[in-house]
């Protein structure tokens, strides 16, 4: 049994052996030479980050995981094919009480997650009523018929779709590289169309210049070739090529100590051969190509070398390839510049992808216009309207004005002047008796007397 002072790293490779492969990302530093700095006891080693939607979540029931003893055990005996049937999930009803809740736990966040995530997406186009159950099939990393506790099937789906996603990673990278070198030429093109001939014929030219001068680099190794390793092991790592060991080559490597190359360390051993190719500091090397170069060349060295298609090479594995005829007598590498990427029907094809899509926007914005221009019409008639209104009422004003009568304010009722501003004398006496002021236009009759007495 390996160190348990390894077993988060070791526990986690075992696991997500197809789970956890490692996204490409540009390298700064040769992780060749961090053997110096040695591997601390008990160190848990980060990981990059998957690429995954639901990479935080699968780290958390990994790490949550690896603290109960029994799973550990079991996990370390485990091989691909029990992992991936689902064999290993049915371990999870034996694991502890607080291994279960602390697992609940992180599912019921999860779905929290995932409703927030729905919410957010349905507010921004202003739908409602969100079944969220109903939209939560479309997650398959857990099983969203019950939100509330996480069971085998839980860890069954976890683990499948981790799988299933990161089969199909590596392949949706390629092709999104072969839309941005489709994109990157159809704009080119459609640039040389606004220019009159002379300046076409100068971009034309200085477009071959920047080709033949990013085509003229040193040769490259065979990735995973005797003389590709032998040139990491002299310049990276310092050492007499005449001595070169393919074992302590790979424990040099192998940087955490965890008896495997990922493939993160793998594609450390390719920077030397990048750097022959790529430069950010010239005008005619494009970093998203060198990306592209890496990750081929760790597929290569995978498809090679990984026997057990579990995306980590072991000891063993590295071992049986150097005893290759491909190892000492390799076929010369091609790199992006020597292919061809695409071919003109699918330039053509991507092309008329972009006029469709370029259309539908087209549409929908002239739509939107339309929408625009009827609800500015709409205010305008409004605004008339309004105006119209004010109008009217403002005549009326005047006509009563001319008629003697007083004023009629905003609602209607009358403005009488406030007391004080009429003449002793001339309000009339109510009906009554009282000094209250007369209503316009009316007639005071004479007051009865009440001595007299009627026939």
Known sequence: MRRLSVLPQQCLLLMTCLLMALEAVPIDIDKTKVKAEGHVEGEKVENPDTGLYYDEYLRQVIDVLETDKHFREKLQTA????????????????????????????????VARLRMLIKAKMDSIQDTGIDHQALLKQFEHLNHQNPDTFEPKD???LIKAATSDLENYDKTRHEEFKKYEMMKEHERREYLKTLDEEKRKREESKFEEMKKKHGD????HHPGSKDQLKEVWEEADGLDP???DPKTFFKLHDVNNDGFLDEQELEALFTKELEKVYDPKNEEDDMVEMEEERLRMREHVMNEVDINKDRLVTLEEFLRATEKKEFLEPDSWETLDQQQLFTEDELKEFENHISQQEDELRKKAEELQKQKEELQRQHDQLQAQKQELQQVVKQMEQKKLQQGNPPAGPGGELK???????????TPKHPVGGDQPLPPGHVQEPAVRTDQVHP
């Open 79 to 110: 091989d691909i094919e029990e992992i991936k049937s689902g064999k290993l999930s049915r371990e999870l009803d034996l694991v502890s009480h607080h291994v279960r809740t602390r697992l609940d736990e992180l599912k019921r966040q999860e």
């Open 242 to 244: 005449n001595e070169f």
């Open 217 to 220: 680099h040193p040769k490259v």
């Open 155 to 157: 860890l069954d789906m």
């Open 416 to 426: 009488i002047q406030p007391p004080g501003e009429h003449k002793t004398g001339d």
